[in-house]
């Protein structure tokens, strides 16, 4: 029997109100997703400007500051020369530990080390080193990072002078507040975010807070150096009795001389080929000389206070100038824009010493290679470019004596050890000469 026809319209009519009714549902919730959606994708916008934002922060934060310090803070930190420093990189060196580290770059040119921008710094270190290229010698701003408990007092004692004091300022003392080390290290080249240098005497992971090019016409006032007079210009608080009581800085020991004097020759022998086997001795710098030297400073000094009429201006270094007056504080104009430095840094009493190498420590030497040498049955350098440069790292460092104080005059002991690159350095200090047996090894 088939069913009525009024009750199959009556399902059809149904059906069709549940169809309509499930349309409705539909489009209401096409609509609330399409919302939801639209919703979402708001939040995400927002969201993601807030991670630039805190990327952009976090940035900053890496580098100047705290993460808890608020932008207003900072500013206020900064304006108190308070803020927060964060290295730009770390320096890779071929010294590993103060010990047997130069005391001034320009005792040891041929050292060699690294430095690579860090990226946490700039998204594109690289960037940041663009056009720097062209400057031969930058300066680097770094943190004495192993002073360690950042003792430091007024008055320090430099190795070199032998326990006598002087003011902190005066030298170029790691042992400082803030333990700011500045060195003007020779730029040999960039490759990507790293800068490759020579004439260095920092060690391997010192923290670096800035480089900046040298650029003599801002850095460099004028200097006496091409000038036969240049001795003229300098100045020392000593007098002639009281010079040889100073002994010259550790800091920048004239290397230009060596020991004339027994006490004080060296005889060191670790390593070195045999035609490196004696210091070429250039130039010479003796306690006379430096007395000479002062009393012509002295001289000058009485010439500068004397008023024109006094005496008429004939000193070596201002003949040169064409404005011969004095100034209101009495010095002449012209002279005041040369560069002076203290007597004992320019010429210090105290001679450096000789450097020589034993036949042994030569022939270990010359077994080291070059770092870009692929031969691996040798030892082989990190940083330097073959034995010829470690010869003239060990000079440099040796004949400015990196010794202390204490152990030059208290230690019986005559030898000392230090790492140059991938080669330990064993040497013997004597009064005249001595003998080294020990050898050079890796
Ligand atoms: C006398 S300081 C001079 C440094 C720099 N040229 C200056 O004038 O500020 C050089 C000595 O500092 C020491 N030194 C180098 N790097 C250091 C570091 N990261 N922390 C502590 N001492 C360091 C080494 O012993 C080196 O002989």
Same mark, same amino acid.
């Given at each position: 029997m088939s069913p009525p026809v009024c009750s199959c319209a009556e399902q059809v009519r149904k059906l069709t109100q549940q169809a309509s009714v499930m349309r409705r549902e539909i489009k209401n919730l096409r609509q609330q997703m399409d919302g939801a959606i639209r919703a979402h994708k708001k939040q995400m916008s927002s969201l993601q400007s807030m991670l630039t934002d805190c990327k952009h922060e976090d940035k900053l934060q890496s580098v100047s500051k705290s993460p808890t310090q608020s932008p207003s803070e900072?500013?206020?930190l900064l304006e108190q020369g308070r803020i927060q420093t964060v290295?730009?990189?770390?320096? =890779? +060196?071929?010294?590993?530990? #103060?010990?047997? %580290?130069? *005391?001034?770059? %320009?005792?040891?040119?041929? =050292?060699?080390? =690294?430095?690579?921008? &860090?990226? +946490? $710094?700039?998204?594109?270190? &690289?960037? +940041?080193?663009v056009g720097l290229e062209q400057y031969s010698h930058i300066w680097i701003i770094f943190l004495f990072h192993k002073n360690g408990q950042m003792n430091y007092k007024a008055k320090v004692k430099p190795p070199r002078l032998n326990g006598q004091r002087v003011g902190v300022y005066s030298t170029r003392s790691p042992h400082r507040p803030n333990a700011l080390g500045l060195t003007l290290a020779k730029l040999e080249g960039i490759t990507g975010d790293t800068l490759h240098l020579?004439?260095?005497?920092?060690?391997?992971?010192?923290? $670096?807070?800035?480089? #900046?090019?040298?650029?003599?016409?801002?850095?460099?006032?004028?200097?006496? *150096?091409?000038? %036969?007079?240049? &001795?003229?210009r300098q100045t020392s608080p000593f007098t002639d009795s009281q010079m040889p009581q100073v002994m010259d800085l550790d800091e920048e020991p004239n290397i230009s001389g060596t020991s004339s004097e027994p006490s004080s020759v060296l005889r060191i022998c670790p390593a070195g080929p045999s035609d490196f086997s004696q210091s070429e001795r250039s130039g010479s710098s003796d306690v006379t000389d430096v007395l000479a030297e002062v009393k012509n400073y002295v001289k000058q000094q009485q010439l500068f206070t004397e008023s024109p009429e006094d005496k008429q201006t004939d000193s070596p270094e201002c003949t040169s100038l064409s404005t011969n007056h004095l100034s209101s504080s009495g010095l002449k104009f012209g002279c005041e824009d040369y560069s002076t430095i203290a007597a004992w840094v320019r010429a210090p009493p105290v001679s450096n010493l000789d450097v020589r190498f034993t036949a042994n420590a030569e022939k270990e030497l010359k077994e080291f290679v070059s770092c870009n040498s692929?031969? *691996? %049955? *040798?030892p082989k350098f990190q940083f330097l470019k073959g034995p010829e440069e470690a010869v003239a790292a060990i000079k440099g460092i040796l004949s400015a004596d990196p010794r202390s104080v204490y152990r030059r005059t208290r230690c019986q002991d005559r030898l000392f050890f230090f790492t140059l690159d991938t080669a330990d350095i064993t040497c013997w200090f004597?009064?005249?000469?001595?003998e080294d047996e020990r050898d050079l090894t890796m």
């Open positions: 900072i500013k206020q290295p730009i990189g770390y320096i =890779s +060196s071929c010294f590993a530990v #103060k010990n047997g %580290t130069p *005391r001034q770059p %320009t005792i040891c040119s041929s =050292s060699r080390a =690294s430095l690579k921008i &860090e990226p +946490s $710094v700039f998204n594109n270190p &690289e960037h +940041s080193l020579s004439g260095v005497d920092i060690i391997a992971g010192t923290p $670096v807070l800035d480089i #900046k090019p040298y650029i003599p016409d801002y850095d460099s006032p004028k200097t006496r *150096r091409d000038d %036969t007079n240049s &001795e003229y692929t031969d *691996r %049955t *040798r004597g009064d005249g000469f001595a």
